[in-house]
């Protein structure tokens, strides 16, 4: 007897907040993401334009790269995103797996497409500056093969997610590979300073002053900033799609 | 400003096609991927107004 009052009482203890349920509302997300949403996007477009034609025009040169090291400008950002948005998708898996929260499966699929378009162009700007830089367009060393495994993870999950007739089952079995692929985040991260590699070490995210001059450091703060708000809008506009699909269908009142 | 002509900024100090085309290939992507959730919104919208419309035309009756 007491013991049911008192996992009754846990219960009630691990209640999410109040706004936990009013977010899974519908017609709240709908309004909220409403209201949400051009905040991140035009200050996002502003922003690209600004770090474009800052990056581009008046951020200097580089002494040893010259004019290819400009491809930073673009590099930088989609590398640092594409594992953000894995790292928010995990986040949002694994509140979906806890609490059956639908919104956080919905947030959490709509993180893949952006992060895998982040991927894939943190590979190909990669490339297009491995060219010129080291003579090659590719090399499997530990960077550029975790980045590729990052790639073909947010691949993997999208098709898991949808390869299922009920998509609660597929929304499940995504969201574990999306816990498991956690692993080789900190591996793509650590990769230029665990293995020799031909791909230099960080120059932004390391526990020390960034090794940039600030008339570069700015521009790229600029586009990171901007390719944050374009991603964050986007996964927020296509999880409200999904919101209003589902009002669409008849059987969901 | 780091070039003083217009030729100057579009070569890149000769890393014209690796410059241009990495920034071309990511506008390109971004522009995708801005495009598809917007044009869903709007096609959604519509359909969740004739599906209200219906509903009022059934609910008069």
Redesign the interface.
Known sequence: MSQTATSAQRRKRFKPPLWVYKLASPAYFDHLAGRIIPWLLFPGLVLLSIGLVWGLAFAPADYQQGDSFRIIYVHVPTAALSMAIYMAMAITAAISLIWRMRLAAIISRNCAPIGAACTFLALATGSLWGKPMWGTWWVWDARLTSELILLFLYLGYMALHDAFEDPEVGSRAASILALVGVINIPIIHYSVEWWHTLHQGATLFKFAKPSIDPSMLWPLLVMLLAFALLSAANVLMRSRNDVLERRLQPDDD | ???SNWQE?LA????AP??W???A??LI??GI??V???R??RQ??R??QR?ERLHEQENSQ
């Open positions: 400003m780091q070039f900024f890149m100090g000769g890393y690796f410059v085309s990495a920034f290939l990511t992507t971004l991927v801005l598809i959730p917007v869903r919104e959604l919208r359909q969740l599906l």
